[in-house]
């Protein structure tokens, strides 16, 4: 007879799911094959910046002989990088803005200005 229960989903919901042994080991002594399917949405690669739908389209560009650089890559993950927010010091922004606003009327302009007027 198969049981039931009530599953947390973790947002407030609840749900009546079927529920079985959660785990039942290997069936053999060979090893579980790796799966690559096709991706859900685009994925852009690190090798050429374009993006692709299709797991061996992607792989084509990691070879030397599928991207601009004619480089060999490795891939690792597609973890993101967790981005740290930047943390300024008010005395040293005011003492650039000084030092900005001193170049400017002593017409010590950078050449990008400079080249502007």
């Known amino acids: 007879m198969d049981a039931y229960d ?14 079985g042994p959660m785990c039942r080991g290997p069936r053999s002594e060979l090893a579980t094959p790796m799966l ?12 050429d910046g374009k993006w692709y739908d299709t797991p061996r389209d992607l792989e084509r560009t990691y070879k030397a002989s599928g991207n ?8 690792l993950g ?17 003492a650039h803005v000084k030092q900005a606003m001193q170049d400017v ?11 502007i007027e």
């Open 68 to 75: 601009p650089r004619g480089e060999e890559f490795t891939p």
């Open 6 to 19: 009530w599953i947390d989903l973790g947002n407030g919901r609840f749900v009546y799911r079927k529920v």
């Open 36 to 47: 690559v399917r096709a991706f859900s949405e685009p994925v852009q690669s690190m090798a």
């Open 105 to 115: 009327m002593t017409g010590n302009l950078p050449p990008e200005i400079a080249a």
């Open 78 to 94: 597609n973890e993101t990088m967790k981005t740290v927010e930047a943390v300024a010091d008010p005395k040293e922004r005011r």
